[in-house]
């Protein structure tokens, strides 16, 4: 009985339009953000930067090939520019917007 109870759910939710997988469908804001750094990188810094990745929310930080600034992608319906900001000072990453 539970078992044709999923099945006229599931047909429901279809009718309505919803997806028919388990996961509701979300979708995301992917913005860039470009920071400059205050010091030269080094290799301190470059772990550091490895590690913001992990953060949720960010998706991407790529270093310019100049070394002198860096590329952030992340989630805008999850942070918002001075979070991300925060996120890299708080892991020791001296950036200022630009």
Do not use: N, W
């Given at each position: 009985?539970?078992?044709?109870?999923?099945?006229?759910?599931?047909?429901?939710?279809?009718?309505?339009?919803?997806?028919?997988?388990?996961?509701?469908?979300?979708?995301?804001?992917?913005?860039?953000?470009?920071?400059?750094?205050?010091?030269?990188?080094d290799d301190t810094l470059?772990?550091?930067?490895?590690?913001?990745?992990?953060?949720?929310?960010?998706?991407?930080?790529?270093?310019?090939?100049?070394?002198?600034?860096?590329?952030?992608?992340?989630?805008?319906?999850?942070?918002?520019?001075?979070?991300?900001?925060?996120?890299?000072?708080?892991?020791?990453?001296?950036?200022?917007?630009?």
């Amino acid at each position: 009985m539970v078992r044709d109870r999923s099945i006229i759910t599931l047909a429901s939710r279809e009718a309505a339009g919803a997806p028919s997988g388990c996961y509701p469908v979300i979708s995301m804001t992917k913005v860039q953000v470009r920071f400059r750094v205050q010091k030269p990188l080094d290799d301190t810094l470059l772990a550091h930067i490895a590690e913001v990745r992990a953060v949720y929310g960010i998706q991407s930080v790529k270093v310019a090939p100049s070394l002198d600034s860096l590329m952030v992608e992340y989630d805008a319906t999850r942070l918002r520019p001075a979070e991300v900001e925060s996120v890299l000072a708080g892991a020791g990453i001296p950036v200022e917007p630009g």
